[in-house]
């Protein structure tokens, strides 16, 4: 790799955490991007196109104390959406249809399929799903740690 | 446990914040509860594990060369450092001894196996290009005649042998 930038420092420091994040996070970003946009090929394009993006911060999501993966979820989440959108609505219910992920969602109910499937793929907040919904935002929270407590034991 | 903690628990307002879906006022109450109360940091704890795991679960092996992919385009971006502007000084007198003027180019220290060329040079490729294939056309063409020549020469000699050897008896 040649050139982020031409700070020496700043080049060094980024080269090595983007290779790391990738290393450890690559495969997984890739399966979430497919599990919203459901194309192999867009996902990874895709995921070029974030790695690009956060190749100007990336010693920052490696330091002690940051969550990588939930930034890295939110900085494809943020992308994904407006990159996606209004052409092709990552929050199109096609796009995040359940059942098609993996497993885990299948050990769901509809509901919790629903619920997990459009806040964690489809960015929608439990705020939006619950007027969707005609629900109470508590309930959707519930469902929702009920849907992942699920997923927990069903591993 | 509290019970103010247990409902906090059971709100389901962590899964959200784990999930991206988290307001954010409910974001900073997640991290205040959890510097507050040791069950909410284990129960947060227990969440980010559960979170990579399921990422890890739903993950797809990149395919080989997606990251030179990557790293080809990130070396197309080359960032400047903000440069600020500078007051006017009057540099007409001085620019006979600035020294030379730089190349356009920036110069990078790293180790790379491309180089980059000027786009010119693109017609020379395509020239050369066309000229080898001009020679080799005409390589094969001078091949062939040779050979029909070769040919027709034995076929000339082997008449004259007949031709001597039918001679003497007549």
Not at chain 1, 66 to 90: E, I
Not at chain 2, 144 to 160: F, P, S, V
């Amino acid at each position: 790799m040649k050139s982020f930038t031409n700070n020496p420092h700043a080049l060094t420091k980024n080269e090595s955490a983007l290779r790391t994040i990738f290393n450890r996070y690559g495969a997984a970003l890739l399966g979430y991007i497919a599990g919203v946009v459901n194309d192999r090929i867009k996902a990874e394009n895709y995921l070029i196109e974030i790695f690009k993006h956060i190749s100007r911060f990336a010693d920052e999501l490696i330091l002690p104390g940051v969550n990588t993966w939930l930034r890295l979820q939110q900085v494809a989440k943020n992308f994904l959406y407006k990159s996606a959108q209004p052409a092709n609505s990552v929050a199109d219910s096609k796009l995040v249809s359940p059942g098609q992920k993996n497993k885990c969602l299948n050990l769901l109910t509809t509901e919790q399929q629903h619920i997990f499937c459009n806040i964690y793929y489809g960015h929608k907040s439990v705020q939006a799903l619950a007027q969707e919904m005609q629900k109470d935002e508590d309930d959707i929270r519930r469902c929702l740690r009920e849907a992942l407590s699920v997923i927990r034991n069903g591993q | 446990m509290d019970n103010r903690v247990k409902q906090f628990i059971e709100s389901g307002i962590l899964e959200a914040y784990f999930t991206g879906s988290a307001t954010a006022e409910e974001e900073q109450e997640v991290l205040s509860m959890k510097q507050q109360y040791p069950e909410v940091q284990q129960e947060f704890n227990a969440l980010e594990q559960d979170i990579l795991k399921l990422a890890d679960l739903t993950a797809v092996p990149p395919p080989p060369g997606l990251w030179n992919r990557i790293e080809a385009d990130i070396d197309d971006i080359i960032l400047r450092t903000p440069q600020q502007p500078q007051p006017y000084q009057d540099r007409t007198h001085h620019y006979q001894q600035q020294a030379p003027p730089q190349p356009a180019y920036i110069e990078v220290d790293a180790q790379n196996t491309h180089m980059r060329i000027h786009k010119a040079w693109r017609w020379v490729f395509a020239a050369v290009f066309i000229l080898s294939k001009i020679f080799l056309a005409a390589a094969i063409y001078f091949y062939l005649e040779n050979r029909q020549a070769r040919e027709n020469i034995q076929e000339l000699k082997q008449q004259l042998r007949q031709a001597q050897q039918t001679e003497p008896r007549s």
